[in-house]
Structures are given as structure tokens and as C-alpha cells.
């Protein structure tokens, strides 16, 4: 017979009042709540199931809210830990324990191989809240429903094999969730683990106990109480105790759906806070913060979602917030409630509160408010969403067949052209999985933001795929359409062992194939058994490095060559040595909480014929007296880069381990404040953003020049409100040496942009005040070279030192954020600009032209005609000999550092066999042609080295033929 719904249960208790049903889901359910607070309550059993308890009411009382939910067992999770967070909140007011704040100095000893339950037990379902909604969910079915993976299969609508990737999958990302808090493991010891201690009993009479309380309250007998109070214990009828209890060990099943409201906290392996959930809010009535919540709320923020197409209200809706104040963060979410409103706690002085929605078939949208930069954060703020675009695609192995189980993940990029506060269509990550049939859809996304995103598709058995969709059309196009298709390139299955000096097997030693935090390339990582012995599966192929670190030993990375035949390898591990650092300021004084970053690896300047250096990437936070330790350094010369809050950063080179204690001492950061006015009227403009450049010398190929360059992090580009700024510049811009120093650029929308003197690292504290003069700007309307408005098209604002790159027919930005500044024409082949200096420059691109000019000259006339695209077809030959296989870049007369770079992908071509070559579709006006010559790198892939350059003239709507001579004899060059 087959088993009754959670939905369809949840249903009839909720229409029909039926004991039956609602003592089914106690039964379903109640074993693994029961054990999710005992976890979290240090195996309190009196508290469990007094939370436990008060769960169930809440759900009976809001069953009607709650029926056609898609994830009964979710929101049943999400409330077992707030009502745990409310259980401690009012003991330790009981206590009146203070708040601690835990800051880990440095990254956590390794744990043995297979950790017991017990150091598992209080972080599990921390780390199960961080992962994804069908990460989770398999977990949840496989090891608190107990379903085998065939019964997972069947509910996927996939296979059994597919079903058991995904659970190992899983696995493995709460494996890596575990390790960041200091516990390690493989993956089958954490299923074996998970298998035998996941779920508990609950006490024999507490469903009885639960299922009689709901009866009474839903009937009126005892004491009317509100959602979430304890209920009174009215005497129970022995027959009606026997009776709940017989169907409770009938029905005695544990069920789990996916969460749509998970609560995510910032893990941090190096810089971890102590720190408890918010709850999510159903009523409307507002969320309550934990106890050992280092973000005392002291304010509520009432949010109301509802969607453009006919401005109803959204429940059931999950947002999700980013709160920090005080160098502290907290992340949790809140669910609108039928009325779409949602109730989220503040603290006192926060300094970020950041709120993203998230639902299908709405563009996810994000509110962010810097209290620190004026922005005042309103007591109540209605958001209205507009509906989504539609992507999809297939992924496909090298043999053409679907692959099911892929992880499709968007990946948001810097999007200058709409850095807008509050209100912006940015996502930070967008998430699903492919189906059997290897097709994915995602309905979340805001039409402006599919341009700024990169699409990366992983799998357990083939190396990741990516694409960056502002540089490729196509991709853009096909996404949209829905038929996007990714071919996923054969994976190799590497083996090998970890050795010590004795040639001893290492167990527990972490072992890496890649290079650490590069986003081009993602590492697989793997752990040593108790042989020593690692395997790796869906490598890429080619020369990479092999990395293995362990407790007590040096890291050790080899060079290595991964083919179908060489897979296997072994790795040797020396003992390590202590590294003692001390941080002060000039008068000696500790400086606590400071951090010393370590990456021994620079992936741009690694030359895959050397011997590489050991890969390591740590961070190190000093204590009170100033000092930190690292136990596992290789003794070698190492460069640490060091920053503390309120000192300018600096670099600690040359460092070797030794019995001595190295002392750096850190000065003070250059802070800069000022206020903003209206030159016309002093007034103070409400709302301007402050960037930050640094001179840079560059060699033109010809002689140095000296541009000013803006940075892109965000942190050097900020917005403020109020007309006023703070700017706290702790480290160098763009220049490698803080002795280059700073300028400070001030704009606003309808001012002419206002540029500082340079300021030196050395001035300390600076009052800087700026007068802006208001400016109308120009209005520009923008023709095919025929004559027809174009919509659609990119516009740039390039400004001194800035650099745009082009990208077929699309411009992205280079140096960001003040550098450049990105429009689009509007559906009038309109755009508005303003600019600050006559020699800014304008560049117009579009399918049908393109189009440079100055910024004086673009405001000497309303309407400007795109020239078309040019054409090259030429012929490369040495002493009358054709050069074939030779490769070509074509560039703006400046090269690498003209305003306008070509994008190296799109303007690259190989000679052919008689030595002829072509272009299509380049800017007109003057370029340049280079040959290039290979440098092989660590992943087998090329890089290129300049060589002999020929200068020409493109003309526009023409073919320019080129004759190259070169002394060159061979094609290779």
C-alpha cells in the first residue's frame, strides 16, 4: 500500500481536523527532531523534549499555513533550531552568562581520520544549514529517513547510481563543511558515522504527550495559549495513551523533504565565531535572535515582498540577510509570511544589513544599506519583485550523453554599469543540478544580470567547465533560448600514497590536485586512508601539481603530467618547523586580531618547467600579546602579507622558521574624510561615490608612462549618503609599492567628478572637501552605419588609465568601477552620459559598427553614425618561404595597454598551410598585428610571449589585405 503524503496528511488535519493524520506526522517526524535538538542542546533530554514539544504545537497551529508546503520536513528543521536558540536565549538570561566571542588564531591541527560522533555531534546540523537545498536533501533522506538509494532514485525521478553520486557528492561538501571547523574525515568514515548516530529515540510518551496537547488546543480544552508557549499538561486517559502509542509504533517512520528556509552561517576554517541562528517568521509577528548571538538585536526591520505583475503580496518567500556590525557577521533567513511580510532583527549599530530574496520564477533582488556611509536603514521598506528570465541547457559528456547530477552554478561578476543602493538584481550565487536527461533550468535571475555572471558546471568524474557569458554572445543567447550546451571533457582517475621520510605511510593527510584558490582551474582534494593511499577521480589531464599537507609535516606540491597512463604517484613529506610572528606598533605596543596572509603560489608567473614551490594559503590572526605560531612551515624563505584594522598593510618578506620570534611593525592607515557640496548652491549632495586610484608606470613598447589607474575592489569604490565619507586606505591600490599612494575621485549623477591631489601614504588623517559642479550632460543618439536607430548597444566612458576590453561585439570592463563606465543604448538608440575631462574617451560598440571618439568631440553633435567594421586578409611569408601554423594577435595601436583591448580569444588566428591569414569584423582605425610565441603552463595550456609587430590601417566596411615579411626562417618562430 502505498504511504500517505506529509502534504496530504498535513491537509486533512488542517481541513478535516484529524487526530489520525496529525498523529502520523508526530510519528514520521518526531524521532529525528527530537534528536536535532538533542544535538544542539549538549544531550539535554528534558530540554529536547520540551523543544521538541513546542515544535509540534507550532506546526498544528499554523497547519493551515502551512499545507501546501512543498518541504514539511525543512520548515520542521528550521524550527527545531530556533526554538533551540530560543530554549538557550532564555537560559542564559536566567544565568545572565555574557556573550563570548571565539576567535580561532590559526587554522585548526588536523583530526585523526575517522572523528568520533562526539566531535561531530554539535557542529552537524550547523554545517548541514550551509549546504545547498538538494545537498541537504540527500543527506537528509539517506541518513534520517533512511532510504536506500534506489528509493532516492525513485523520488529524483533518476537512477540508483545517479542517486548514490549525489549522496556522496553531498557527502563529500559537508566533509569539506566539518573540516573548516577543525574536524576531518573521509567520506565513507563521515557515512558510517552518520549512518549509526544521526537519529536517537525520542521518549516513549512524548508523542502521545504532543499528539493529546494539539487535541486539547485545537478543541479548546484548557488553556487558550499563543504559538510557541508551552501548552498545560491536562490529565491523559490511559486508553487514549495506549491507543496513540500503538499507532505511533505502527507508523514509526522518519521522512525528510528539502529545506526551502535554511539558516547559513559564514564558515571561516581560520576565523571562526561562536554563533546561533535566527528563526525564520511564518506570521509576520517578527524573528527572535539566540542567546550567544554576538549580534544583539536591538531593532526589528519589517520587509514587505510583493511581485510587479499584479503587485500582490508574496508568502512563503525566503530572504535571506547578511547582517555585520562590530567586525562581526551573521547570516540567517527569514520566510514572509501570507501577508508577504517578514520581521528581521537588527543590532544597535550595524554597519552592513544586506537582504536578498530568493524564488522561482522572480528576479532575485538584494536591498543593501552602509549605515557607515550614511545610509540610514529603514524601519519598514516594501520591495517589489520582477518576474525572472528563463535559462536552461544541457550537459553532455566528450560522447555526447547526457549527464545527470551536474552541478550548474552562476557565479556573479563585478557589475559596474548598475551599482545601485538599495535596490539591485545581484545574486553573489544561483545553484541547481542537471535531471537524468542532463537538462537543467533556472528561473531566479534578473534579465540585466545573465551578462554579469560566469557559468561553471561541475561533476565527480569530469574536470569543471566554465564560461564567461559578457565575453560570449552565443552562450547569452543560448541561455536564454534555453539550449545552452556544455561538453564536459574526459576525467582521469589518479592514485597514489603519502610518505614520510622513512618511506612510512601518512594517514590523514590532505592531498590536492590543482592549484589552491584558483577560480580557473578548481582543485580536487582528497584525504589519506590509513595506508597512506588517495584516490582522485574526474581529473583534468595535462601538467599539473600535486599538494599534500599533514600534522606535523612541511606541505610538499610536485609537478606531475596526468594521462590515461600515468596515474600514479607518490609524494614525500619532511617534518615541519615552527614559525613564531609578532605584530606591534611603532611604540612597541601588541597589536591583537591582526592577520598574516601566506600564498606561496602565483598561478600568473608559474612556469611549468621549474621546480614549484610548496602550495600553501594560510591566514594567521595574532592574539592579545601580538604574537601567532604556525607548527607546519617548510624551512624555506617565505613573504607573508600582514594587515590589522586601522594600520596600512605591509609585506613581511624573507621569513624563515627558526627559534626566534620575527616582529613586524605595522602604521597607522591613511583615513580621509571630508563633505561633498553643491558648487552652485553649498548644499551637501545627498548621494556620491568615492573611489580610489594610484599612479602606475607602464612601458608603451616605446618609452614609460605614467597613467592613473582606479581600482576595481569594491572596497576602494564605495557609495555614500548625506554628504559625507570616511575612507580608511589600508594597502597599495594597484601598485605592488604602498609608496605609490593615492587619489580620490568623487562623483555624482548629474556633477561633473571632482579628482584629489596625491596623497601619501604618510599623511595620516586628511579632511578632504569637495565642491561639485552640477552638469546637464548630453543626450546621444546612436545609427547603424545605414541610418537606423540601434538599441542595445554598449557604450563606455573611458577615462584617464581606464581600459575597456573588447569582446567581439560586446565591451567589458578592464581597470573597473571609476575607470570605466558602462551604458547601453535605450529603445530610442538614446544614451545619457556626463563626463569630467574633454579627453575622455567614448567608445560606441554594436553588430552593426563601432565607433571611438572623444568626449569633446562627442558633444559637438546630438546623433553619431557607427562605422562598419573592418576586415583583414594578408599573407606571412620569410625569404619567399609561406610560414604556416604561426599565430597572430591583432591589437589597438597601444597594445596591451591602449583604452580599447582586444579580448586575446577573439582576435587571435593561426596561419594556414600557404601562410594566409584573415580577420573579421575589427575596429576600424589604426592597429597592430604581433606574432606570438608559446610558453607552455601548468594546466597544458598556452601562454604567449610578443614578438616581431606590423603596424597597419583599417578602413571601415573594407578589407584591408596585408604582405608581412619576416626575417624569420621556420614557422614555429
Known amino acids: 500500500m502505498e504511504t500517505v503524503s506529509d502534504e496530504e496528511l498535513l491537509r486533512r488535519f488542517a481541513s478535516e481536523g484529524s487526530d489520525d493524520a496529525f498523529a502520523d506526522l508526530v510519528a514520521r517526524h518526531l524521532n529525528w527532531v527530537y534528536s536535532v535538538a538533542l544535538r544542539q542542546l549538549n544531550g539535554d533530554s528534558s530540554a529536547a523534549s520540551d523543544v521538541s514539544q513546542r515544535v509540534f504545537i507550532d506546526l498544528a497551529a499554523k497547519a493551515h499555513q502551512l499545507d501546501s508546503h512543498t518541504s514539511l520536513a525543512g520548515w520542521l528543521h528550521t524550527s527545531t533550531?530556533?526554538?533551540?536558540?530560543?530554549?538557550?536565549?532564555?537560559?542564559?538570561?536566567?544565568?545572565?552568562?555574557?556573550?563570548?566571542?571565539?576567535?580561532?588564531?590559526?587554522?585548526?591541527?588536523?583530526?585523526?581520520?575517522?572523528?568520533?560522533?562526539?566531535?561531530?555531534?554539535?557542529?552537524?546540523?550547523?554545517?548541514?544549514?550551509?549546504?545547498?537545498?538538494?545537498?541537504?536533501?540527500?543527506?537528509?533522506?539517506?541518513?534520517?529517513?533512511?532510504?536506500?538509494?534506489?528509493?532516492?532514485?525513485?523520488?529524483?525521478?533518476?537512477?540508483?547510481?545517479?542517486?548514490?553520486?549525489?549522496?556522496?557528492?553531498?557527502?563529500?561538501?559537508?566533509?569539506?563543511?566539518?573540516?573548516?571547523?577543525?574536524?576531518?574525515?573521509?567520506?565513507?568514515?563521515?557515512?558510517?558515522?552518520?549512518?549509526?548516530?544521526?537519529?536517537?529515540?525520542?521518549?516513549?510518551?512524548?508523542?502521545?504527550?504532543?499528539?493529546?496537547?494539539?487535541?486539547?488546543?485545537?478543541?479548546?480544552?484548557?488553556?487558550?495559549?499563543?504559538?510557541?508557549?508551552?501548552?498545560?499538561?491536562?490529565?491523559?486517559?490511559?486508553?487514549?495513551?495506549?491507543?496513540?502509542?500503538?499507532?505511533?509504533?505502527?507508523?514509526?517512520?522518519?521522512?525528510?523533504?528539502?529545506?526551502?528556509?535554511?539558516?547559513?552561517?559564514?564558515?571561516?576554517?581560520?576565523?571562526?565565531?561562536?554563533?546561533?541562528?535566527?528563526?525564520?517568521?511564518?506570521?509576520?509577528?517578527?524573528?527572535?535572535?539566540?542567546?550567544?548571538?554576538?549580534?544583539?538585536?536591538?531593532?526589528?526591520?519589517?520587509?514587505?515582498?510583493?511581485?510587479?505583475?499584479?503587485?500582490r503580496p508574496l508568502p512563503a518567500l525566503s530572504v535571506d540577510a547578511l547582517v555585520e556590525a562590530d567586525d562581526d557577521s551573521k547570516r540567517f533567513e527569514v520566510v514572509t509570511g501570507p501577508d508577504g511580510r517578514c520581521e528581521v532583527p537588527l543590532p544597535e549599530n550595524p554597519s552592513v544589513v544586506q537582504l536578498t530574496t530568493q524564488a522561482d520564477g522572480w528576479a532575485t533582488t538584494r536591498l543593501t544599506w552602509r549605515p557607515p556611509n550614511g545610509e540610514l536603514v529603514p524601519t519598514e521598506f516594501t520591495v517589489t519583485l520582477e518576474p525572472s528570465v528563463h535559462l536552461g541547457g544541457l550537459v553532455i559528456d566528450s560522447e555526447g550523453q547526457p549527464v545527470p547530477g551536474a552541478h550548474i552554478q552562476f557565479r556573479q561578476q563585478a557589475n559596474f554599469t548598475q551599482n545601485r543602493r538599495p535596490i539591485s538584481h545581484e545574486f553573489g550565487m544561483l545553484e541547481t543540478t542537471t535531471n537524468p536527461d542532463g537538462r537543467w533550468t533556472l528561473n531566479r535571475m534578473g534579465s540585466d544580470m545573465v551578462r554579469n555572471s560566469q557559468l561553471v558546471v561541475d561533476h565527480p568524474n569530469h574536470p569543471s567547465s566554465g564560461v564567461w557569458i559578457h565575453r560570449d554572445k552565443p552562450a547569452e543567447t543560448a541561455l536564454l533560448k534555453g539550449n545552452h550546451v556544455v561538453r564536459l571533457s574526459p576525467g582521469t582517475e589518479i592514485s597514489g600514497l603519502v610518505v614520510d621520510g622513512n618511506e612510512r605511510p601518512i594517514s590523514g593527510a590532505s592531498v590536492t590536485l590543482g592549484i589552491l584558490n584558483d577560480p580557473r582551474f578548481p582543485a580536487e582534494t582528497q584525504t589519506t586512508g590509513e595506508g597512506g593511499a588517495f584516490v582522485l577521480k574526474g581529473c583534468r589531464r595535462g601538467n599539473r601539481l600535486l599538494t599534500a599537507v599533514a600534522p606535523g609535516f612541511a606541505p610538499n606540491t610536485l609537478r606531475i603530467s596526468v594521462t590515461p597512463e600515468n596515474t600514479q604517484f607518490r609524494i614525500k613529506l619532511e617534518p615541519s618547523r615552527a614559525l613564531r610572528l609578532k605584530l606591534v606598533t611603532a611604540d612597541g605596543t601588541p597589536i591583537e586580531g591582526g592577520l598574516a596572509s601566506l600564498d606561496t603560489f602565483d598561478a600568473n608567473h608559474y612556469d611549468s618547467g621549474s621546480q614549484p614551490p610548496p602550495q600553501v594559503w594560510l591566514r594567521l590572526r595574532s592574539g592579545p600579546d601580538g604574537q601567532m605560531t604556525w607548527n607546519e612551515a617548510p624551512d624555506r624563505e617565505l613573504v607573508f602579507q600582514v594587515e590589522a584594522k586601522g594600520f596600512r598593510s605591509t609585506t613581511m618578506g624573507q621569513i624563515r622558521p627558526s627559534e626566534k620570534t620575527h616582529t613586524l611593525v605595522l602604521h597607522p592607515a591613511v583615513t580621509v574624510t571630508g563633505r561633498v557640496r553643491n558648487a552652485d548652491t553649498g548644499e551637501l549632495i545627498p548621494r556620491f561615490s568615492v573611489s580610489v586610484g594610484s599612479p602606475e608606470a607602464t612601458f608603451d613598447g616605446v618609452r614609460v608612462v605614467t597613467n592613473l589607474v582606479w581600482s576595481s575592489r569594491e572596497r576602494f569604490g564605495?557609495?555614500?549618503?548625506?554628504?559625507?565619507?570616511?575612507?580608511?586606505?589600508?594597502?597599495?591600490?594597484?601598485?605592488?609599492?604602498?609608496?605609490?599612494?593615492?587619489?580620490?575621485?568623487?562623483?555624482?549623477?548629474?556633477?561633473?567628478?571632482?579628482?584629489?591631489?596625491?596623497?601619501?601614504?604618510?599623511?595620516?588623517?586628511?579632511?578632504?572637501?569637495?565642491?561639485?559642479?552640477?552638469?546637464?550632460?548630453?543626450?546621444?543618439?546612436?545609427?547603424?552605419?545605414?541610418?537606423?536607430?540601434?538599441?542595445?548597444?554598449d557604450v563606455a566612458i573611458l577615462r584617464s588609465g581606464a581600459q575597456a576590453i573588447l569582446d567581439g561585439f560586446a565591451l567589458y570592463s578592464g581597470n573597473e568601477r571609476a575607470g570605466v563606465v558602462q551604458h547601453q543604448t535605450d529603445q530610442l538608440g538614446q544614451v545619457s552620459l556626463t563626463w569630467e575631462d574633454p579627453s575622455t574617451r567614448i567608445v560606441?560598440?554594436?553588430?552593426?559598427?563601432?565607433?571611438?571618439?572623444?568626449?569633446?568631440?562627442?558633444?559637438?553633435?546630438?546623433?553619431?553614425?557607427?562605422?562598419?567594421?573592418?576586415?583583414?586578409?594578408?599573407?606571412?611569408?620569410?625569404?619567399?618561404?609561406?610560414?604556416?601554423?604561426?599565430?597572430?594577435?591583432?591589437?589597438?595601436?597601444?597594445?596591451?595597454?591602449?583604452?580599447?583591448r582586444f579580448d586575446s580569444r577573439r582576435f587571435q588566428t593561426l596561419t594556414d598551410a600557404e601562410g594566409r591569414f584573415g580577420f573579421e569584423s575589427v575596429p576600424p582605425g589604426p592597429l597592430k598585428l604581433v606574432i606570438l610565441h608559446p610558453i607552455t603552463l601548468h594546466q597544458g595550456t598556452n601562454a604567449w610571449r610578443h614578438g616581431e609587430e606590423l603596424e597597419l590601417e583599417a578602413e571601415p566596411g573594407k578589407t584591408t589585405p596585408v604582405h608581412w615579411k619576416t626575417t624569420r626562417r621556420n614557422a614555429s618562430l
Open 81 to 311: 533550531r530556533f526554538e533551540v536558540n530560543h530554549h538557550l536565549r532564555r537560559e542564559q538570561r536566567r544565568r545572565g552568562r555574557e556573550k563570548r566571542i571565539l576567535i580561532v588564531n590559526q587554522i585548526p591541527d588536523l583530526a585523526p581520520n575517522n572523528p568520533p560522533w562526539e566531535e561531530i555531534r554539535p557542529l552537524l546540523d550547523d554545517c548541514l544549514s550551509q549546504l545547498d537545498v538538494a545537498d541537504r536533501e540527500a543527506l537528509l533522506w539517506r541518513f534520517f529517513e533512511r532510504l536506500s538509494h534506489a528509493d532516492i532514485g525513485r523520488r529524483l525521478g533518476s537512477t540508483e547510481n545517479a542517486a548514490r553520486m549525489r549522496v556522496d557528492r553531498a557527502l563529500d561538501r559537508l566533509r569539506s563543511k566539518l573540516a573548516s571547523r577543525g574536524v576531518i574525515s573521509t567520506i565513507s568514515a563521515l557515512g558510517t558515522v552518520l549512518g549509526q548516530n544521526s537519529v536517537s529515540n525520542a521518549p516513549i510518551n512524548l508523542g502521545v504527550q504532543i499528539c493529546v496537547d494539539v487535541r486539547e488546543q485545537r478543541v479548546g480544552v484548557g488553556t487558550a495559549t499563543k504559538v510557541g508557549s508551552r501548552l498545560p499538561r491536562p490529565i491523559v486517559p490511559a486508553g487514549l495513551i495506549a491507543l496513540t502509542a500503538m499507532l505511533i509504533a505502527f507508523l514509526g517512520l522518519v521522512r525528510l523533504a528539502h529545506d526551502k528556509k535554511r539558516l547559513t552561517l559564514p564558515s571561516d576554517s581560520h576565523d571562526q565565531i561562536a554563533q546561533v541562528e535566527l528563526s525564520p517568521s511564518w506570521t509576520g509577528t517578527g524573528s527572535n535572535i539566540g542567546a550567544s548571538d554576538p549580534l544583539s538585536a536591538q531593532a526589528v526591520f519589517r520587509l514587505t515582498v510583493i511581485g510587479a505583475t499584479d503587485g
Open 718 to 793: 564605495e557609495s555614500f549618503s548625506g554628504g559625507q565619507f570616511q575612507l580608511s586606505l589600508t594597502e597599495p591600490v594597484v601598485s605592488e609599492s604602498p609608496e605609490a599612494g593615492y587619489y580620490v575621485r568623487i562623483a555624482a549623477e548629474g556633477f561633473a567628478p571632482f579628482t584629489s591631489r596625491w596623497i601619501s601614504t604618510q599623511e595620516g588623517l586628511i579632511q578632504l572637501d569637495a565642491s561639485l559642479k552640477p552638469t546637464p550632460g548630453i543626450v546621444l543618439a546612436v545609427t547603424s552605419p545605414q541610418g537606423s536607430l540601434v538599441t542595445g548597444a
Open 844 to 900: 560606441i560598440v554594436h553588430p552593426s559598427g563601432y565607433l571611438d571618439l572623444s568626449a569633446e568631440l562627442a558633444s559637438s553633435q546630438r546623433t553619431w553614425r557607427l562605422q562598419s567594421w573592418a576586415k583583414i586578409q594578408g599573407y606571412l611569408e620569410s625569404n619567399a618561404t609561406p610560414l604556416a601554423g604561426v599565430r597572430l594577435a591583432l591589437f589597438g595601436r597601444g597594445g596591451l595597454h591602449d583604452p580599447v
